[in-house]
């Protein structure tokens, strides 16, 4: 597992306030739900992105089939998809989202050269972490 800073993931976590959270889940039993849940509650704006479930709401927030399809910026693009399935997602967000800061890659999510591609564009890339388990570790 990457090592980062507590105080880069705790800078991260104060400074977003935009999340699309790539492949989100309506199963309550998810973690894509539950993280999404959660962060909602922290007072995160988080847009789930799950093209089956497009125009459904979740979090208080119309589910949308693509990150193309959002309106208006993004702070952070959370991915809940296979390692082998990251490519695709990180150039859809750095071709959506010119003033993205941070990809952040859920537990077991990794690939390293999607996330140098991030990187070279000056985005913090973080890799097999949850925002949830590290907010509440955090910040409380």
Same mark, same amino acid.
């Given at each position: 597992?990457?090592?980062?800073?507590?105080?880069?993931?705790?800078? !991260?976590? &104060?400074?977003?306030?935009?999340?699309?959270? =790539?492949?989100?889940? @309506?199963?309550?039993?998810? /973690?894509?739900?539950? %993280?999404?849940?959660?962060?909602?509650?922290?007072?995160?704006?988080?847009?789930?992105?799950?093209?089956?479930?497009?125009?459904?709401?979740?979090?208080?927030?119309?589910?949308?089939?693509?990150?193309?399809?959002?309106?208006?910026?993004?702070?952070?693009?959370? !991915?809940? &998809?296979?390692?082998?399935?990251?490519?695709? =997602?990180?150039?859809? @967000?750095?071709?959506?989202? /010119?003033?993205?800061? %941070?990809?952040?890659?859920?537990?077991?999510?990794?690939?390293?050269?999607?996330?140098?591609?991030?990187?070279?564009?000056?985005?913090?890339?973080?890799?097999?972490?949850?925002?949830?388990?590290?907010?509440?570790?955090?910040?409380?």
């Amino acid at each position: 597992m990457p090592e980062y800073a507590d105080a880069l993931l705790k800078e !991260i976590l &104060r400074q977003t306030r935009t999340i699309a959270l =790539v492949g989100a889940s @309506a199963n309550p039993d998810k /973690p894509s739900f539950r %993280v999404g849940q959660f962060l909602t509650e922290k007072g995160y704006k988080v847009i789930p992105i799950n093209p089956g479930l497009a125009g459904q709401t979740l979090w208080g927030q119309e589910v949308v089939a693509s990150l193309a399809d959002i309106e208006g910026p993004v702070d952070m693009v959370d !991915i809940f &998809r296979r390692s082998e399935a990251v490519p695709p =997602v990180v150039d859809e @967000a750095l071709a959506a989202f /010119p003033d993205l800061k %941070v990809i952040w890659m859920q537990l077991g999510v990794e690939n390293a050269e999607a996330a140098a591609k991030a990187e070279d564009r000056g985005i913090t890339v973080i890799q097999n972490h949850c925002p949830k388990i590290e907010y509440s570790r955090l910040i409380g």
